[in-house]
């Protein structure tokens, strides 16, 4: 599922919560739980990347790409199962990445009529090949194969790959702003060329199941962490109750969050309401969306179709980034049960013997004891009538949580309880 979408009601913007906060956001002392360990994968993984110019792609590719020659170097040689795919490109040498090959038009042309091009593909009058022999080769192992793509050879790939390989795309994208400020310090177009590309960059964003998201707003050393684990299947996943949006309280408190995130110095950015039932997990988005198929499923089977009732005890406050200013919720029967539920769908060892602890965050930051204070007298007078009575939490989404940035998350899939 796009992030695009979810995203919209924050301001416009993309904004991430990362495995350590919703740690941070739990209990104290709990571990984050690890899917049972996958067996050696039969089938190579494709990573399609893609993002438009000025997304910082090339940037993270080679990061990454070096941080895994220095780990091969590290093992004695032993192969990272991860592969680089080299594309040619007609363009001039000294433009050119290390995971590029220069090549004349008449180069490219003769190569593509002797059959040694997988794919093809041009771009504002620029050629692009990806080599036959070498992704061939990759396709016979079960490595993870990188390839920088256009966006325009997505379908194709999966057309032709699908069958002998698990195809995902990579969108590697930022903010329109951050997208603009690139751009024009990279001093290649005019200013209403730049308008005219970031308009298309909007428009042309990869949809489906298969898309991972990587919004690339941090650091290049957090953005090459986030593209590593991506290739590695060590993302982080949570699952997350979400309220009805019926309810007139969620857009209380949705206007809330957006409040304190834009009024409070040193806030974080906003985030969607929502209630983290479990502790977070690793795995790869096929592993996130089976986790929210049987966790739902759980839920449902228990008893609780049609959503979950949550009462809230009060309001509290925490030196804690991640868990400042908090909506407390009842540890009712119901709840608790849900959250057990959920943490056996992601866990093969079980619930853990400590109780997890759900409750709603409604601002992450680190404050001083006098704005927390603050802070807390504000959120309880606005939340008296949301703390009236139980509020339904109707869906279930499984979010990927990975990253330092919290502009970095975005909805991987959606289930209704």
């Known amino acids: 599922m796009p992030r695009v979408g979810f995203l919209g ?15 941070t956001a739990g209990v104290v002392g709990w571990r984050p739980t690890e899917l049972q360990p996958r067996r050696r994968r039969r089938r190579p993984t494709m990573f399609l990347t893609c993002g438009p110019s000025g997304s910082g792609k090339d940037t993270l590719l080679l990061a990454a790409h070096a941080r895994f020659s220095s780990d091969c170097d590290d093992s004695d040689g032993q192969d990272s199962k991860v592969v680089f795919i080299r594309r040619h490109i ?42 036959r022999e070498e992704l061939d080769a990759a396709l ?53 060329d730049i308008e005219r590309r970031i308009a298309r960059a909007l428009e042309d964003v990869p ?68 209630i983290t039932l479990c502790p977070s997990f690793s795995g790869s988005p096929r592993d996130a969306t089976n986790a929210l198929q049987i966790a739902t499923s759980a839920v449902r089977d228990y008893g609780s179709a049609g959503g979950i009732a ?6 509290s406050v925490s030196a804690a980034r991640h868990r400042a200013v908090v909506l407390e919720a009842r540890h009712t029967d119901t709840l608790v049960r849900a ?19 759900p409750h709603m965050s409604l601002v992450y930051g680190e404050f001083t004891p006098t704005t927390l204070s603050r802070l807390a007298g504000e959120v309880i007078a606005d939340t008296d009538h949301v703390q009236a009575s139980p509020l339904r939490f109707s869906r279930m989404a ?20």
């Open 90 to 131: 007609t363009r001039s040498s000294d433009v050119v990445t290390e995971l590029e090959i220069a090549v004349t038009h008449e180069q490219f042309e003769a190569t593509r009529t002797a059959g040694n091009f997988a794919l093809e593909w041009e771009r504002h009058n620029t050629r692009y090949g990806i080599p």
């Open 140 to 192: 016979e192992t079960d490595a993870a194969i990188v390839l920088n793509v256009s966006r325009g050879i997505i379908a194709e790939v999966e057309r032709r790959y699908a069958h002998i390989a698990d195809v995902y795309v990579l969108n590697v994208s930022c903010s329109e702003a951050t997208l603009r400020q690139r751009l024009n310090r990279r001093g290649r177009e005019c200013p209403a």
């Open 339 to 357: 959250s057990s539920k959920a943490q056996a769908a992601v866990s093969s060892r079980g619930p853990s013997p400590d109780v997890y602890k």
């Open 207 to 274: 949809r489906g199941s298969n898309v991972i998201s990587l919004v690339n707003e941090g650091t290049i050393a957090e953005g090459c962490e986030l593209i590593t684990a991506v290739l590695q299947h060590r993302l982080r996943y949570s699952l997350w109750l979400l309220p009805d949006s019926a309810d007139p309280r969620t857009s209380t408190i949705s206007a809330l969050i957006r409040q304190l995130a834009s009024d409070t110095e040193s806030a974080d950015p906003a985030f969607p309401p929502h």
């Open 9 to 23: 009601a924050v301001a416009g913007a993309a904004v991430a919560v990362t495995a350590a906060a919703l740690l």
């Open 310 to 315: 949550v009462e809230f005890d009060g309001v």
């Open 398 to 417: 499984v979010v990927m949580t990975s990253g330092y940035d919290c502009r970095c998350w975005y909805v991987v899939a959606e289930a209704v309880l």
